[in-house]
Structure formats: C-alpha cells, structure tokens
C-alpha cells in the first residue's frame, strides 16, 4: 500500500523537497558530481539540477501536470544552491544521512529508493507493534495510525521529508514504551499475574530496542520531534502509573536518560529552529492577548490539515469528503474513549490534547504569526497519533477495547474511501492537473510516474491493499475472542 504511494508522485512533490533533497544529496559528505563546495564559497552547494529545481515548474500549479519534469530529466548540471542543511542547519542530520546512501547517478530512481525504503521501515514498524506488544496497546496503536494518517500522514511517511521519522518514529515509541513498562511489571494492571514474570526476557529486550530505535528515528529527523518524545514518555508514564514505574528503576531510568538526551538535543542542535526561520507573514500589530485568542480560534485549521487538507506543497487540494470523514472519525474515537476512560486514562489523554494545542500554539505566540504561517498540519501530526492511540486504550493492555461490529464495519469502510479518493486525487494531480472532474473516462494522463508500467493496475491494486490494510486493522480490534466478558 506506501509502495503504490511512494511511486506515484513525481520528484520533489513533498513540502519543501528542494531544501530536504540538497540536503540529502550533501548528507553523505562532499563528493564529486553529487554534492560539491567551492571553498571561495562555503556558504553554497552543488548538487545536481533535478535535486534543487524538480518541483519549480508544477508547484503552487495544481493544473501543471508532472510532465514538465521531462525537459530536464536528463540533466546532471550542477548547480548552486544555500538551502541545504550542512549550511542552515534547520534539523539533525540523521534522516539525511541514512538517505544519502540511496544517492546514485539517476535522481528520480535514487529518490523512489528512498521513498520505498521508508514504506518498509513504516510496515516493518507496524509488524513489529502488532507483534511484539500487548494485545490491547497494539490494537490502540494500529487503530491510531489509520485513522490519524490518512491522507497526510502516508504520503509524508512515504516521501523525501524527514517528518516522515517523526511521524512513524512517535506512533512505534508510545506503542514500545508502554509494552515495555508493562512487561516488566510485577504484577499485571487488574492484580493479575503478568504474561511473563520475567523482567528481562527476549520479549523485553526486543521492546526496549523498538523503543530506543523508533526514538532515534524521531529524534534524528526533527528538532520539536525531542519535544514529542518528552511529552510521549509523560503520557506513557501516566497512562501505566507512576507508582508502577518506580518499581521499575531500570526502565524508568532508562526513559529518564532518553529525555534528558532529547532535551539537549533540543537546545543544542538548531538555534534556528528556537529562534525561528522567518518564512511567515508580516508581524502582527497585536501579539498579545488579541493574538492568541485569534490563533485558538483559527486552530482546528491545523487539526483539519492532518486528515484532510492539501498533500504536496499545499497545491494538492483534498475533495470535502476526505476532510469530513477523518474529523468525523476522529471524534468518535475520542468520544469511545472519552466514555470508557479511567481516571489515569484521561489524565493520559489531557496531556496529549494539551500538547496538541499548545505546542502550536506556544510557538505561534512567540514568533508573532497567525494560524497558516510556517506551522504545518505535518508538525503536530504525531501528537494526534498518540492523543489517538491513547483514547483507545482498554484498562487492561493485555485486552483490546471492544468495539462493536457496525462501527468497526463503518470506520474501516470510511477510512478505506478517505484513503483510496485522497490516493486517486493525488495522483490525478501529477497525471493531468486538478481541474478535471475526479472521474473522467477520458482523462488526458500526461505524465505516467511508473515511465512504462500500466498506471491502472497499480491504482487498483494500491486502493485493494489499502481497503485491507484499514479494514483489517478495524475487525482485528473488535475480535471478540479476547473481550472481558460485559455483566448484567
């Protein structure tokens, strides 16, 4: 399902790929032909035209096909470029450098090869979680993944920007962190006996390895995504209890040390990202109190982007149904967890919420800008992940929280349409430009991303994967055979 994402749009079609593709491109060092520097100007990079230039004759032109690529496809012109990250230093160098090693001599086959090495981490990811975890945590983990990714999420996940780490990284290390703080209790969430008294079985090992390994994958990717890890140990300290975790000193120590590193990571690796990057708008004549109660109510803009606004550079217009159906699933989720939470569980739950809302908010206040300027749906999308996954936690993690069969049913069947329209949208953007009606039997396709491969198969085999995926997430969570038995 990512494979048919990642290969269906052209290159540079993520949010500010010029910039994360230089940086790329210069992430494994300076080599010849892939990333070069004039010592007369340390302050500029060449990389090959197509990395820098590949978005500029199709983005903010959602009529302009992908088509116009074609022209310089073939061009290994080096060029200059300032935006690249050994220069600007806007995010840790990670992601970047593990994606280097895709680089080869032709950019559109290097960048597919990135795009679908990230689609094996995201389903390796998502295998080990429903594997490895408790019952309950990998049935709230695989239910918040759907329904907080689609459509933004996915095609984040499966492209070029290094988001696409946060994103997967803090969904995997809510999920671990919380299977391996529960594996090591010495008594089960009920009084019961746990699965295993074994404090440091393989089992454990394994789960305190996803943890440490998908926050490295956030940590390494984005600066604010240290601040998410913080938030996401509070929620998964709460949601388990304190008290427990005490009797825990080596995990607990362990998730100290964590955010202790993303703390000074934070404050060490970008002091442009605390100071800010400018790209706003102008300065608000009000920063104060007029300000903020204009951005609270303006915010759910950002909320609604996560499961339904634009994908590409803001260029790729989703139709209203995919924004109706992701918030109208949203709120029931929250709703169903709302109805059935414990004390703890809610608390859990008001600090992810807060986060949600504040972070945006916070850094909005103190760089002077409205609700649109410079903070992205993309950035607080992994907060929603974990707010989600929270809400749909059962009071016993060895036990999914039951969900009856028609709403099961009805998610999983909206969720499939939201996903397969968004897919078909986005592709009918590259293909033939956005202004035809969504289906056209004569659709004039004048770019074909897979050169010259049948585009339709591939379409319908991507939208049958994802009408699986979703719905098998959702009648795997409403398995009845592992239900606390309801008293009359």
């Known amino acids: 399902m990512c494979a048919g994402w990642a290969v269906t749009s052209p290159v540079g079609s993520a949010p500010d790929d010029d910039y994360h593709l230089s940086s790329i491109w210069c992430g494994g060092g300076i080599q010849s032909g892939v990333c070069e520097l004039d010592p007369a100007y340390p302050d500029t990079r060449k990389v ?19 088509r116009c690529q074609w022209a310089s496809r073939e061009d290994t012109t080096m060029v200059w470029t ?28 290097s960048v597919v090869a990135m795009r679908l090495f990230n689609s094996l981490l995201a389903a390796l990811l998502m295998a080990a979680i429903m ?67 074994q404090k440091f079985d393989r089992r454990s090992l394994l789960l305190g390895c996803g943890t440490f390994i998908c926050a490295f994958l956030a940590m390494s990717s984005r600066v604010d995504s240290n601040v998410y890890v913080v938030l996401a140990t509070l929620v998964v300290l709460t949601m388990h209890g304190w008290r427990k975790a005490r009797r825990q000193p080596v995990r607990l120590a362990s998730l100290g040390l964590l955010c202790l590193v993303a703390v000074i990571l934070y404050f060490t690796v970008s002091s442009a990202a605390l100071l800010g990057t400018g790209g706003g708008g102008a300065a608000n004549e009000d920063a104060g109190v007029g300000l903020l109660l204009t951005n609270i109510t303006q915010l759910p803009q950002l909320f609604q982007g996560i499961v339904g606004g634009s994908l590409g550079w803001f260029d790729t217009n989703m139709p209203a149904i995919v924004t109706f159906i992701g918030v109208m699933v949203v709120g029931a989720l929250l709703y169903r967890g709302l109805a059935q939470a414990s004390t703890r569980q809610m608390i859990a739950m008001g600090i992810a919420g807060s986060a949600l809302i504040l972070v945006p908010l916070a850094y909005l206040q103190s760089q002077n800008l409205n609700v649109g300027e410079l903070v992205q749906p993309r950035y607080i999308l992994p907060l929603l992940t974990v707010l989600i996954a929270t809400a749909a936690l059962s009071s016993n993690p060895m036990r999914r929280l039951a969900l009856p069969r028609a709403p099961a049913y009805a998610i999983g069947l909206l969720l499939s349409l939201s996903a397969c329209v968004a897919y078909w949208v986005n592709i009918q953007r590259y293909i033939a430009g956005q202004f035809h009606p969504l289906i056209e039997g004569t659709l004039p396709i004048k770019w074909n991303p897979l050169l010259h491969a049948p585009l339709v198969p591939v379409s319908i085999v991507t939208a049958l994967a994802t009408i699986a995926w979703v719905l098998g997430i959702f009648l795997w969570a409403r398995t009845s055979n592992d239900r606390v038995p309801s008293s009359h």
């Open 82 to 109: 300032e935006r690249v990250n050994d220069i600007q230093g806007l995010y840790p160098s990670g992601f970047y450098k593990v994606m280097s090693v895709f680089v080869g001599p032709n950019v559109e086959r």
């Open 131 to 197: 594997r490895l975890t408790p019952k309950g945590i990998a049935s709230a983990a695989m239910i918040a993944i759907p329904v907080s990714f689609i459509p933004l999420g996915i095609f984040v996940t499966v492209s070029t920007n290094p988001s696409a780490w946060t994103i997967i990284g803090l969904a995997g290390f809510w999920a671990f962190a919380l299977s391996w703080l529960h594996r090591g209790d010495p008594v089960g969430p009920d009084g019961d006996a746990p699965e295993d008294p």
């Open 48 to 66: 090959p035209r197509n990395v820098v230039d590949a978005s500029d004759c199709y983005r903010f032109l959602p009529g302009q096909t992908a």
